[in-house]
């Protein structure tokens, strides 16, 4: 999450412990999931904007196969 970069809306937020999922869409339409650590926060409808690492992402196509390994899975964000 960052002051400017890809814009996008937060949809829900799942706290799994050790790490928190944050749900987001794009204007376009594209589902996001970023993986951020436990202490992330973010409101349903709240406009944030994203800078990730590339070679961190994994990508996935609507049926939910991974369309790429381009790195890491920690910090990744995780496109649908």
Do not use: M, N, Q, Y
Request: charged letters at 25%; proline letters at 5%.
């Amino acid at each position: 999450i960052a002051a400017h970069g890809l814009p996008a809306r937060a949809e829900h937020l799942e706290f799994l412990g050790d790490s928190a999922l944050l749900h987001l869409s794009t204007d376009s339409g594209l589902a996001l999931v970023l993986r951020g650590a436990p202490g992330l926060r973010a409101e349903p409808g709240e406009r944030l904007h994203l800078l990730f690492d590339p070679a961190r992402a994994l990508f996935f196509g609507e049926d939910g196969k991974r369309r790429a390994k381009l790195g890491a899975r920690e910090g990744a964000l995780l496109v649908h």
